[in-house]
């Protein structure tokens, strides 16, 4: 069995490598290929130097498009030029006994497109639904359509059209009814850690997330003013300086930590007793799953795509960042009941995003497929 994992439309392997995230994302790739025998390749927006990664990825072949198709400067035009690039694709690979699977749902027309010249199936995979997200954004009607219509082709032309939380798939079937025996849910996988870290810092708070409005991170910022926590907010974005202007002026005192590697990622969490998110909505938070896996006290807002994880008091604790005093909140929390939480927790993650689970759920879609 060969699977053709298309990127998500202008992403290499370079992007991933930069950005922390190629151990990540290989890592369910390698772990069905070794267990199940499946054979992997990367079609990558990325140009020969995506080849100079390839030891790191042994067992998974890189293509990189821009190798063999020239990319045009002009943005639109490129975009135009991408609905060719299937037939340039159809001359470089084999696809006998082949699964075509995009990474999301951005750049789904070229595999809708190989998907029709190679007649083998076709996988979209989203792991957030971009036609609610431009919604929640408030994008202009233009927008709106765009990813309405790329997600009805998407769904219209795919065997299988995966989302990783139950948010997006009760979304999806309300919206598009006639498509609904094509969606099934395969949530993100997170590492299920064993280990018991008992020395973690109580004064100290951790949120991991892109510096971006739609983290809002100022509420959380806010929480914290003048009390005798920190916050540590492990991220990057275009809203960093406008968040520490505002924790000056507000005497919180806020470590931005920059983005951390995904390998890190636990490490830094198994130092902390209490993870915050005030995230306005989210697909299915690897982060908050992380926080879980490691063992956090997970304190979250009542946002979409969160407040489907979080059973309020059993797994962790949703809480209102507009109207309620977090740190009180925090204060008084039981500390016995917190262990039960915290157990209850790591057991959700192992019951539903252990790799070995959501590897096996993926290895039965291709079946199915095949």
Known sequence: MKVIILFTYGVSIKDWKSSGLLDREVKIYNHLSEKYGIEYKFLTFGDETDLEYQHEIPNIEIIPLYKYVNKNSIKYFEIIKSFFYPFKIRKILSFENTIIKTNQLWGSWIGIVLKIITKKPLIIRTGYDLLTFKRLEGKGVFKIFLFKTLTKLSLLFSNRYLVTSEQDYK??????????????????????DEEINTKRFNNRLISVGRLEKQKNFPELIMQISQSRYELDIYGDGSEKNNLIKLSEENNSIVNFM??????????????????????????????????????????????????????????????????????NFIDNLNEDNLEKVVKRSKQYIKDNHDLNVIALKEKDIYTDLL
């Open 171 to 192: 979304s999806l079937n309300f919206e598009f009814k006639n498509r609904k025996n094509k969606i099934s849910i395969l949530s993100n996988w997170v590492k299920v």
């Open 258 to 327: 920059d983005r951390i590697k995904n390998e890190d990622l636990l490490d830094a969490l198994r130092k902390y007793k209490y993870f915050v998110s005030s995230t306005l909505y989210e697909g299915n938070p690897k982060a908050i799953l992380e926080a879980m896996s490691a063992g956090c006290v997970v304190i979250v807002s009542n946002a979409v795509g969160v407040n489907n994880i979080i059973d309020h008091g059993r797994n962790g604790y949703i809480f209102d960042f507009e109207n309620d005093n977090l740190i």
